[in-house]
């Protein structure tokens, strides 16, 4: 059973900077490592529909980022800890949310994902506020 839990959430005054982390463990339904797959982040804030934040390619290559954190949000991983991170800075109002990161259904894709559905593990979130 895959567990991914988000730690790191909190509340931070606007133009602050957190530090997400998610801590993958347990085995996937194909007995694949994590460091098969590629993995991403999401939110979703208050009255919203889930969106994407960023996401990695299982290689630890290319990175995709939602036009609204580009430039300020930064994506990483530690395979030796099964850990993915999310760098946020200059923290907007508008990006509290409650943080979600997942795993990739697909091992050793060659593309970045950042639709939803192409996502099979979930964590729990952790939340963010950032106040102005």
């Known amino acids: 059973q895959v567990q991914l839990v988000e730690s790191g959430g909190g509340l931070v005054q606007a133009g602050g900077s957190l530090r997400l982390s998610c801590a993958a463990s347990g085995r996937t339904s194909s007995g694949r490592s994590f460091s098969s797959f590629g993995m991403g982040w999401f939110r979703q804030a208050p009255g919203k529909e889930r969106e994407f934040v960023a996401a990695?390619?299982?290689?630890?290559?290319?990175?995709n980022y939602a036009s609204s954190v580009q430039d300020r949000f930064s994506i990483s991983r530690d395979y030796a800890r099964n850990t993915l991170y999310l760098e946020m800075n200059r923290l907007k109002p508008e990006d509290t949310a409650v943080y979600y990161c997942a795993v990739d259904r697909a091992p050793f894709r060659t593309t970045v994902v950042i639709s939803q559905a192409e996502y099979n593990y979930w964590g729990q979130g952790t939340q963010v506020n950032v106040s102005s």
């Open positions: 990695q390619r299982w290689d630890d290559g290319s990175t």
